[in-house]
């Protein structure tokens, strides 16, 4: 069984910062891809940030230079660090991981979700 679990999610006022955290666990053998994504009520469900195993980032645009996503392979954690936030940021924050637990194919799985709340 894999299990993503995110914390630090919470209320914010605009300007403000929240750092996201989440954690893989469970019989993994590794982690190719690992992700943020957000999804605002009556909204699909969007990319926020992407990272590869090496280190490779990609931001949708609206976060660029305010969010960054980072990543610590030994500890199968992804972290999102989100600084000037907007009511608009305001989300339910998915951890999202694909990975291999030794099988044919690589997996994805989610986590909980965390919710973000921006006040203005």
């Known amino acids: 069984q894999v299990q993503l679990v995110e914390s630090g999610g919470g209320l914010v006022q605009a300007g403000g910062s929240l750092r996201l955290s989440c954690v893989a666990s469970g019989s993994i053998f590794s982690i190719n891809y690992m992700a943020w994504y957000r999804q605002a009520p009556g909204k699909e469900r969007d990319l926020v940030a992407e990272?590869?195993?090496?280190?490779?980032?990609n931001y949708r645009d609206a976060v660029k230079g305010r969010f960054t996503i980072s990543r610590d392979n030994a500890k199968n954690t992804v972290a999102l660090q989100m600084n000037f936030l907007k009511p608009e940021d305001t989300a339910v924050y998915y951890c999202?991981?694909?990975?291999?637990?030794?099988?044919?194919?690589?997996?994805?799985?989610w986590g909980q979700g965390t919710q973000v709340t921006v006040s203005s």
């Open positions: 990272i590869t195993s090496g280190g490779t980032t």
């Open positions: 999202a991981a694909i990975l291999s637990t030794g099988g044919t194919y690589d997996t994805r799985y």
